[in-house]
């Protein structure tokens, strides 16, 4: 197996983990930002994590309809089946 | 693209979606967590079937909670008999008032008008009925 997809991996796994941990940083190391309303925050939250779950959602089942559709049965040969 | 590749690239993106879930929670629990240090705090005070709220200076209002915008709000929450629970639903605002224990929790309003104060938790005959306005001041 050639190295191509763990160097892949770690470096797509960095990037994801530091564009998680930026805006934590930046608030962390930077001004505290002012008072936050509890309840913009929170529907914001519930909306970034439905379009995560949705963008998920459709590449999994995107992924499957393809796969069902590349690979569907076109011509059954019940010779072969029946042996 | 091999299988081998696939299967890497499944496995990475399966675990950068739960780090990245992971760090959104913890980010949330931090902001929503930590009480603002210029705090006024309120003590709230639940029973069958009403709510008091006591100022720093001792003022006492029952039924009716006044607050000013612009200012960052403690609240101290206890209850005397049965275990209820403190909801402002716009203000996104709950937690339980338990007896013999004081939960904390804060708020800062940036609207004036009036808003819904209830009880969340179900607390006997009346618990329907256990509300109180929260008036916003501007
Ligand atoms: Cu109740």
Same mark, same amino acid.
């Given at each position: 197996?050639?190295?191509?997809?763990?160097?892949?991996?770690?470096?797509?796994?960095?990037?994801?983990?530091?564009?998680?941990?930026?805006?934590?940083?930046?608030?962390?190391?930077?001004?505290?930002?002012?008072?936050?309303?509890?309840?913009?925050?929170?529907?914001?939250?519930?909306?970034?994590?439905?379009?995560?779950?949705?963008?998920?959602?459709?590449?999994?089942?995107?992924?499957?309809?393809?796969?069902?559709?590349?690979?569907?049965?076109?011509?059954?040969?019940?010779?072969?089946?029946?042996? | 693209?091999?299988?081998? !590749?696939? $299967?890497?690239?499944?496995?990475?993106?399966? @675990? =950068?979606?739960?780090?990245?879930?992971?760090?959104? %929670?913890? &980010?949330?629990?931090?902001?929503?967590?930590?009480?603002?240090?210029?705090?006024?705090?309120?003590?709230?005070?639940?029973?069958?079937?009403?709510?008091?709220?006591?100022?720093?200076?001792? !003022?006492? $209002?029952?039924?009716?909670?006044?607050?000013? @915008? =612009?200012?960052?709000?403690?609240?101290?929450?206890? %209850?005397? &008999?049965?275990?209820?629970?403190?909801?402002?639903?716009?203000?996104?605002?709950?937690?339980?008032?338990?007896?013999?224990?004081?939960?904390?929790?804060?708020?800062?309003?940036?609207?004036?008008?009036?808003?819904?104060?209830?009880?969340?938790?179900?607390? =006997?005959?009346?618990?329907?009925?256990?509300?109180?306005?929260?008036?916003?001041?501007?």
């Amino acid at each position: 197996m050639c190295l191509f997809p763990t160097k892949f991996c770690i470096i797509a796994l960095t990037l994801l983990v530091f564009s998680a941990f930026s805006p934590i940083l930046g608030s962390a190391f930077g001004q505290e930002s002012e008072v936050i309303n509890r309840s913009v925050f929170a529907w914001n939250l519930f909306y970034e994590l439905m379009t995560a779950a949705i963008v998920v959602g459709v590449i999994v089942q995107g992924t499957l309809i393809y796969i069902i559709f590349r690979f569907r049965e076109k011509k059954i040969k019940h010779e072969e089946v029946s042996g | 693209m091999s299988h081998t !590749t696939i $299967e890497w690239l499944y496995v990475g993106a399966v @675990v =950068g979606v739960l780090i990245w879930v992971g760090a959104i %929670a913890w &980010d949330a629990e931090r902001l929503i967590g930590e009480t603002p240090e210029d705090a006024i705090t309120i003590k709230v005070t639940a029973q069958q079937w009403f709510w008091t709220f006591e100022h720093p200076d001792g !003022t006492k $209002e029952i039924g009716e909670l006044t607050v000013k @915008v =612009g200012k960052v709000y403690k609240f101290d929450v206890t %209850a005397k &008999d049965v275990i209820h629970a403190f909801n402002i639903p716009v203000h996104a605002v709950m937690i339980d008032a338990v007896p013999g224990r004081i939960n904390h929790i804060w708020f800062a309003p940036d609207q004036p008008g009036e808003y819904l104060i209830q009880c969340r938790e179900y607390c =006997g005959l009346l618990h329907y009925q256990m509300r109180a306005t929260l008036i916003v001041e501007a």
